[in-house]
């Protein structure tokens, strides 16, 4: 098993994106134990689902690329490094929320946030396999002899 990572120049960017988030994130968990959530959110079916779904996988999304997509490699599988941690912060909250007198712990939203987290870093490796099929294309196109004068 080895560490891979893909050195991004844009590394602290990202860093900063997830910072931001994270705080976000922090904010609204306050406000949710506290029970200062607006009301009006209520009426989207499912919000409690929707919510774990989109904020966890953001969260999963961005620590990806401030750890410039590190993850543990073994053979042709790859586990991203965001995954096994942001889905520890998710449970140790679950369980928090299961302590806390107005909030519940739910298996239910633990899934949501694995699924969450599944689905952004899906679309990462499938972004990054359209990118490079792209950048493939576009080299392959190129040929040198076309470009020459007769």
Do not use: C, K, N
């Not at 699924?115 to 099929?133: C, K, N, P, S, T």
């Amino acid at each position: 098993m080895r560490l891979t990572r893909r050195p991004d120049p844009h590394v602290r960017r990202w860093q900063l994106a997830w910072l931001t988030f994270a705080g976000l994130l922090a904010g609204i968990f306050a406000l949710a134990y506290v029970g200062r959530i607006p009301r009006i959110i209520a009426l989207l079916p499912h919000y409690d689902v929707w919510g774990h779904l989109v904020l966890y996988g953001l969260l999963a999304y961005l620590t990806h690329r401030g750890l410039q997509r590190a993850g543990l490699q073994r053979g042709a599988l790859t586990l991203p490094l965001a995954l096994p941690s942001v889905f520890t912060l998710a449970a140790v909250e679950e369980l928090l929320q299961g302590l806390a007198p107005l909030r519940s712990a739910s298996w239910r939203d633990l899934a949501a946030d694995l699924a969450g987290m599944l689905i952004a870093l899906g679309v990462d490796v499938l972004w990054l396999r359209w990118h490079q099929e792209q950048a493939a294309t576009m080299l392959g196109a190129i040929d040198p002899l076309e470009r020459a004068d007769p």
